[in-house]
């Protein structure tokens, strides 16, 4: 199973970005569906979850600003991000686990896209 994360770019500072990342191969169910975030010279840090069903977790410091939603029709999930700060600024990384034909369970990850945000 692939994962591609698009929508990343340079944004100033109380803007907005709109991620995507499209899962595709043959793949059965999808599980959950994360978000991660990694600053240069940090860990990576999840940032969002969402549920097969629709529920959703948020860190701490995007509560509020950022919004994880799901399309199972299209395998793809996506993050909305409002009043963006330059402490936003990572390589961001979405994750899914499930199932597929010819692989049983996966958990894979996409190959991360860049947000920068200026002060």
């Known amino acids: 199973v692939q994962l591609q994360a698009s929508g990343g770019g340079l944004v100033q500072a109380g803007g907005s970005l709109r991620l995507s990342c499209a899962a595709s191969?043959?793949?059965?169910?999808?599980?959950?569906m994360e978000w991660y975030r990694q600053a240069p010279g940090k860990q990576r840090d999840l940032v969002a979850t969402?549920?097969?069903?629709?529920?959703?977790t948020y860190a701490d410091s995007v509560k509020g600003r950022f919004t994880i939603s799901r399309d199972n029709a299209k395998n793809t999930v996506y993050l909305q991000m409002n009043s963006l700060k330059p402490e936003d600024t990572a390589v961001y990384y979405c994750?899914?686990?499930?199932?597929?034909?010819?692989?049983?369970?996966?958990?894979?990850w996409g190959q991360g896209t860049l947000v920068t945000v200026s002060s």
């Open positions: 994750a899914a686990d499930g199932t597929a034909e010819g692989i049983g369970t996966y958990d894979s």
């Open positions: 191969g043959t793949i059965t169910s999808i599980k959950s």
């Open positions: 969402i549920s097969t069903g629709g529920g959703t």
